[in-house]
Protein backbone atom coordinates (compact mmCIF):
# COMPACT_ATOMS: atom_id res chain seq x y z
CA UNK A 1 0.00 0.00 0.00
CA UNK A 2 2.69 2.01 1.03
CA UNK A 3 4.18 1.88 -2.68
CA UNK A 4 0.86 2.29 -4.65
CA UNK A 5 1.03 5.88 -2.59
CA UNK A 6 4.10 7.06 -3.26
CA UNK A 7 3.62 6.51 -7.17
CA UNK A 8 0.62 8.00 -6.58
CA UNK A 9 2.16 11.35 -4.72
CA UNK A 10 4.65 11.49 -7.46
CA UNK A 11 2.07 11.14 -10.28
CA UNK A 12 0.09 14.10 -8.75
CA UNK A 13 3.41 16.20 -8.77
CA UNK A 14 4.31 15.65 -12.22
CA UNK A 15 1.34 15.77 -13.60
CA UNK A 16 0.38 19.17 -11.30
CA UNK A 17 3.52 20.27 -13.96
CA UNK A 18 1.78 18.87 -17.05
CA UNK A 19 -1.18 20.58 -16.04
CA UNK A 20 0.68 23.65 -15.93
CA UNK A 21 2.13 23.22 -19.01
CA UNK A 22 -0.73 22.26 -20.66
CA UNK A 23 -2.27 25.43 -19.58
CA UNK A 24 -0.11 26.64 -22.58
CA UNK A 25 -1.63 24.56 -25.31
CA UNK A 26 -4.62 25.32 -24.25
CA UNK A 27 -4.73 29.18 -24.45
CA UNK A 28 -2.87 29.05 -27.84
CA UNK A 29 -5.69 27.05 -29.46
CA UNK A 30 -8.32 29.33 -27.94
CA UNK A 31 -7.02 31.88 -29.14
CA UNK A 32 -5.65 30.48 -32.31
CA UNK A 33 -7.39 27.06 -33.42
CA UNK A 34 -3.70 25.81 -33.31
CA UNK A 35 -1.57 23.92 -31.65
CA UNK A 36 1.86 24.69 -30.39
CA UNK A 37 4.03 21.82 -31.70
CA UNK A 38 7.21 24.08 -30.00
CA UNK A 39 5.86 23.79 -26.75
CA UNK A 40 8.81 21.24 -25.71
CA UNK A 41 11.36 23.59 -26.81
CA UNK A 42 10.18 26.65 -24.81
CA UNK A 43 10.32 24.18 -21.41
CA UNK A 44 14.00 22.70 -22.43
CA UNK A 45 14.90 26.73 -23.08
CA UNK A 46 13.58 27.90 -19.77
CA UNK A 47 15.82 24.96 -17.82
CA UNK A 48 18.33 25.53 -19.56
CA UNK A 49 18.36 29.51 -19.04
CA UNK A 50 17.52 28.80 -15.23
CA UNK A 51 20.33 25.86 -14.89
CA UNK A 52 23.22 28.73 -16.75
CA UNK A 53 21.93 31.93 -14.69
CA UNK A 54 22.56 29.21 -11.19
CA UNK A 55 25.43 27.60 -12.06
CA UNK A 56 27.66 29.77 -14.49
CA UNK A 57 26.85 33.10 -13.43
CA UNK A 58 26.44 32.74 -10.14
CA UNK A 59 23.28 34.08 -9.64
CA UNK A 60 20.85 33.30 -6.92
CA UNK A 61 17.91 30.98 -7.22
CA UNK A 62 14.86 32.81 -7.25
CA UNK A 63 16.23 35.91 -9.06
CA UNK A 64 17.50 33.41 -12.09
CA UNK A 65 14.15 32.07 -11.84
CA UNK A 66 12.15 35.46 -11.86
CA UNK A 67 14.68 36.28 -15.35
CA UNK A 68 14.18 32.96 -16.79
CA UNK A 69 9.95 34.09 -16.70
CA UNK A 70 10.42 37.21 -18.01
CA UNK A 71 13.19 35.68 -20.77
CA UNK A 72 10.76 33.13 -21.77
CA UNK A 73 7.71 35.52 -21.92
CA UNK A 74 9.68 37.88 -24.57
CA UNK A 75 10.70 34.82 -26.01
CA UNK A 76 7.05 33.29 -26.87
CA UNK A 77 6.21 37.27 -27.63
CA UNK A 78 8.52 37.38 -30.13
CA UNK A 79 8.05 34.10 -31.39
CA UNK A 80 4.76 35.21 -32.09
CA UNK A 81 5.47 38.42 -33.86
CA UNK A 82 7.92 37.24 -35.97
CA UNK A 83 6.48 33.52 -37.23
CA UNK A 84 2.85 33.55 -36.24
CA UNK A 85 1.37 37.09 -36.63
CA UNK A 86 1.85 36.80 -40.62
CA UNK A 87 -0.14 33.96 -40.42
CA UNK A 88 -2.66 35.28 -38.64
CA UNK A 89 -5.48 34.20 -41.85
CA UNK A 90 -3.72 31.29 -43.21
CA UNK A 91 -5.10 27.62 -42.76
CA UNK A 92 -4.23 26.21 -39.42
CA UNK A 93 -2.41 23.20 -40.87
CA UNK A 94 -0.01 26.15 -42.16
CA UNK A 95 0.28 27.78 -38.22
CA UNK A 96 1.04 24.02 -37.34
CA UNK A 97 3.41 23.17 -39.65
CA UNK A 98 4.86 26.66 -38.87
CA UNK A 99 5.07 25.57 -35.19
CA UNK A 100 7.04 22.13 -36.68
CA UNK A 101 9.82 24.12 -38.07
CA UNK A 102 10.06 26.43 -35.09
CA UNK A 103 10.83 23.35 -32.46
CA UNK A 104 13.40 22.25 -34.73
CA UNK A 105 14.76 25.86 -34.79
CA UNK A 106 14.75 25.79 -31.27
CA UNK A 107 16.08 22.32 -30.39
CA UNK A 108 18.82 23.10 -32.92
CA UNK A 109 19.93 26.15 -31.13
CA UNK A 110 19.44 24.54 -27.97
CA UNK A 111 21.89 21.46 -28.78
CA UNK A 112 24.29 24.42 -30.41
CA UNK A 113 24.48 26.09 -26.89
CA UNK A 114 24.44 23.62 -23.79
CA UNK A 115 24.71 20.23 -26.00
CA UNK A 116 23.73 17.01 -24.74
CA UNK A 117 25.13 16.05 -21.61
CA UNK A 118 22.59 16.05 -18.48
CA UNK A 119 23.02 18.82 -16.25
CA UNK A 120 22.46 19.06 -12.43
CA UNK A 121 20.88 21.91 -10.90
CA UNK A 122 23.03 22.68 -7.54
CA UNK A 123 20.77 22.03 -4.08
CA UNK A 124 18.31 24.74 -4.07
CA UNK A 125 15.81 22.39 -1.76
CA UNK A 126 16.15 21.26 1.26
CA UNK A 127 17.72 17.60 1.14
CA UNK A 128 16.28 16.09 4.29
CA UNK A 129 13.21 13.47 3.29
CA UNK A 130 9.62 14.74 4.75
CA UNK A 131 8.56 11.14 6.18
CA UNK A 132 4.54 10.52 5.95
CA UNK A 133 4.48 7.32 7.84
CA UNK A 134 6.07 4.81 5.55
CA UNK A 135 5.78 7.27 2.62
CA UNK A 136 8.83 9.77 2.38
CA UNK A 137 8.46 12.97 -0.15
CA UNK A 138 11.34 14.79 -1.48
CA UNK A 139 11.23 18.42 -0.72
CA UNK A 140 11.77 19.32 -4.28
CA UNK A 141 8.54 17.55 -4.95
CA UNK A 142 6.72 19.62 -1.88
CA UNK A 143 7.88 22.65 -3.21
CA UNK A 144 7.08 21.94 -6.86
CA UNK A 145 4.22 21.13 -6.28
CA UNK A 146 3.29 24.01 -3.91
CA UNK A 147 4.39 26.44 -7.05
CA UNK A 148 2.61 25.19 -9.87
CA UNK A 149 -0.76 24.84 -7.13
CA UNK A 150 0.14 28.58 -6.94
CA UNK A 151 0.64 29.41 -10.51
CA UNK A 152 -2.69 27.60 -11.21
CA UNK A 153 -4.96 29.94 -8.28
CA UNK A 154 -3.23 32.65 -9.56
CA UNK A 155 -4.03 32.11 -13.77
CA UNK A 156 -7.62 31.03 -12.89
CA UNK A 157 -7.99 34.31 -11.25
CA UNK A 158 -6.28 35.96 -13.63
CA UNK A 159 -8.45 34.62 -16.49
CA UNK A 160 -11.53 35.38 -14.27
CA UNK A 161 -10.85 38.80 -12.94
CA UNK A 162 -8.31 40.80 -15.21
CA UNK A 163 -9.37 43.18 -18.16
CA UNK A 164 -6.75 41.09 -20.17
CA UNK A 165 -7.96 37.67 -19.20
CA UNK A 166 -12.01 38.86 -19.90
CA UNK A 167 -9.88 40.19 -23.47
CA UNK A 168 -8.33 36.62 -23.66
CA UNK A 169 -11.85 34.25 -22.83
CA UNK A 170 -13.25 37.15 -25.77
CA UNK A 171 -10.95 36.18 -28.46
CA UNK A 172 -11.15 32.91 -27.51
CA UNK A 173 -14.81 32.45 -28.01
CA UNK A 174 -15.77 34.87 -30.43
CA UNK A 175 -12.73 36.73 -32.12
CA UNK A 176 -14.68 38.94 -34.88
CA UNK A 177 -17.24 40.02 -31.67
CA UNK A 178 -14.42 40.94 -29.23
CA UNK A 179 -12.74 43.11 -32.51
CA UNK A 180 -15.89 44.80 -32.82
CA UNK A 181 -15.91 45.54 -29.12
CA UNK A 182 -12.05 47.39 -29.81
CA UNK A 183 -10.35 44.53 -28.55
CA UNK A 184 -6.76 44.10 -30.11
CA UNK A 185 -6.72 40.80 -31.05
CA UNK A 186 -2.96 41.08 -32.22
CA UNK A 187 -2.62 41.80 -28.43
CA UNK A 188 -4.40 38.93 -27.63
CA UNK A 189 -2.10 37.03 -29.23
CA UNK A 190 1.19 38.38 -27.82
CA UNK A 191 0.39 38.29 -24.25
CA UNK A 192 -1.27 34.37 -25.28
CA UNK A 193 2.23 33.25 -26.43
CA UNK A 194 3.98 35.52 -23.92
CA UNK A 195 2.22 33.00 -20.63
CA UNK A 196 2.64 30.18 -22.65
CA UNK A 197 6.31 30.10 -23.10
CA UNK A 198 6.45 31.77 -19.18
CA UNK A 199 4.62 28.48 -17.71
CA UNK A 200 6.33 26.16 -20.47
CA UNK A 201 9.59 27.54 -17.83
CA UNK A 202 8.37 27.04 -14.84
CA UNK A 203 7.64 23.74 -15.69
CA UNK A 204 11.37 23.45 -17.13
CA UNK A 205 12.43 24.69 -14.01
CA UNK A 206 10.76 22.46 -11.84
CA UNK A 207 12.04 18.83 -14.03
CA UNK A 208 15.15 20.17 -14.32
CA UNK A 209 15.23 20.29 -10.66
CA UNK A 210 13.61 17.12 -10.12
CA UNK A 211 15.41 14.98 -13.02
CA UNK A 212 18.23 17.07 -14.23
CA UNK A 213 18.45 19.20 -17.32
CA UNK A 214 19.10 17.36 -21.31
CA UNK A 215 17.94 17.47 -24.46
CA UNK A 216 15.30 14.35 -23.21
CA UNK A 217 12.68 17.13 -21.73
CA UNK A 218 11.60 17.89 -25.14
CA UNK A 219 9.58 14.83 -24.89
CA UNK A 220 7.14 16.67 -22.33
CA UNK A 221 5.49 18.21 -25.90
CA UNK A 222 4.48 15.12 -26.85
CA UNK A 223 3.54 14.07 -23.26
CA UNK A 224 1.44 17.13 -22.36
CA UNK A 225 -0.23 16.75 -25.45
CA UNK A 226 -2.19 13.86 -24.67
CA UNK A 227 -3.19 15.79 -21.44
CA UNK A 228 -5.10 18.69 -23.15
CA UNK A 229 -6.59 16.09 -25.83
CA UNK A 230 -7.97 14.33 -22.64
CA UNK A 231 -9.56 16.76 -20.86
CA UNK A 232 -10.38 18.90 -24.11
CA UNK A 233 -8.69 20.89 -26.58
CA UNK A 234 -10.27 24.24 -25.24
CA UNK A 235 -10.65 23.49 -21.78
CA UNK A 236 -8.81 25.17 -18.98
CA UNK A 237 -9.89 22.83 -16.08
CA UNK A 238 -9.65 19.92 -18.17
CA UNK A 239 -6.02 20.35 -18.72
CA UNK A 240 -5.68 20.76 -15.06
CA UNK A 241 -7.36 17.61 -13.97
CA UNK A 242 -6.16 15.74 -17.43
CA UNK A 243 -2.59 16.62 -16.04
CA UNK A 244 -3.41 14.75 -12.73
CA UNK A 245 -4.73 11.91 -14.69
CA UNK A 246 -1.80 11.27 -17.06
CA UNK A 247 0.70 12.34 -14.30
CA UNK A 248 -1.03 9.46 -11.80
CA UNK A 249 -1.51 7.12 -14.41
CA UNK A 250 2.07 7.51 -15.80
CA UNK A 251 3.49 6.56 -12.18
CA UNK A 252 1.55 3.76 -11.91
CA UNK A 253 2.22 2.11 -14.92
CA UNK A 254 5.70 2.90 -14.70
CA UNK A 255 5.72 1.11 -10.96
CA UNK A 256 3.55 -2.02 -11.54
CA UNK A 257 3.89 -2.34 -15.54
CA UNK A 258 7.51 -1.87 -16.76
CA UNK A 259 9.01 -4.37 -14.07
CA UNK A 260 6.52 -6.55 -16.22
CA UNK A 261 6.16 -5.45 -19.85
CA UNK A 262 9.70 -3.93 -20.04
CA UNK A 263 10.29 -0.31 -20.54
CA UNK A 264 8.50 2.13 -22.42
CA UNK A 265 5.24 1.67 -20.97
CA UNK A 266 5.46 4.61 -18.87
CA UNK A 267 5.26 7.18 -22.56
CA UNK A 268 2.95 4.62 -24.23
CA UNK A 269 0.15 4.82 -21.66
CA UNK A 270 -0.86 8.40 -21.84
CA UNK A 271 -1.70 7.91 -25.24
CA UNK A 272 -3.57 4.77 -24.48
CA UNK A 273 -5.57 6.91 -21.88
CA UNK A 274 -6.38 9.03 -24.36
CA UNK A 275 -7.55 6.27 -27.43
CA UNK A 276 -9.74 4.49 -24.58
CA UNK A 277 -11.39 8.27 -23.31
CA UNK A 278 -11.79 9.96 -27.17
CA UNK A 279 -13.40 6.28 -27.95
CA UNK A 280 -16.00 7.11 -24.85
CA UNK A 281 -16.06 10.77 -25.35
CA UNK A 282 -14.70 12.34 -28.71
CA UNK A 283 -14.33 16.21 -27.49
CA UNK A 284 -12.50 14.89 -24.48
CA UNK A 285 -13.77 15.22 -20.62
CA UNK A 286 -14.28 19.18 -20.92
CA UNK A 287 -14.13 19.51 -24.51
CA UNK A 288 -16.99 21.59 -26.42
CA UNK A 289 -18.15 20.02 -29.27
CA UNK A 290 -17.37 22.21 -31.77
CA UNK A 291 -13.91 21.40 -31.37
CA UNK A 292 -12.08 20.28 -34.72
CA UNK A 293 -9.19 17.86 -34.14
CA UNK A 294 -6.22 18.37 -36.74
Same mark, same amino acid.
Given at each position: ?6 ? *????? *??? $?????? @??? =? ?5 ? %????N??N ?6 G ?19 L ?24 ? *???V ?7 ? %??? #? /? ?10 ? $????? =? ?6 ? /? ?14 V ?17 ? @? ?43 N #? ?30 ? =??I ?7 ? /? ?11 ? *? ?10 M???? #? ?8 R?
Amino acid at each position: MSFFLQM *VITGI *VVG $SIYALV @ALG =FVLIYKA %SDALNLANGEFVLIGSYICLTLVSVYQIPFLLAFLITLVFNALLGMTVERIVLRPLINAP *VISVIMATIGLA %SLL #G /GLVHMIWGYQTK $SFPPI =FPSTPIRL /GEIIISPVYLWSFVIVMVLLVAFTLFFKFSKMGL @AMRAVADDQMAALSMGISIKKVYAITWGIAALVAAVGGVLLGNIN #GVNSSMVTIGLTVLPVVILGGLDSIPGAIVGG =FIIGIVQNLAA /GYLQPILGGGIKE *VIPFIIITIILMIKPH #GLFGKGGIERV
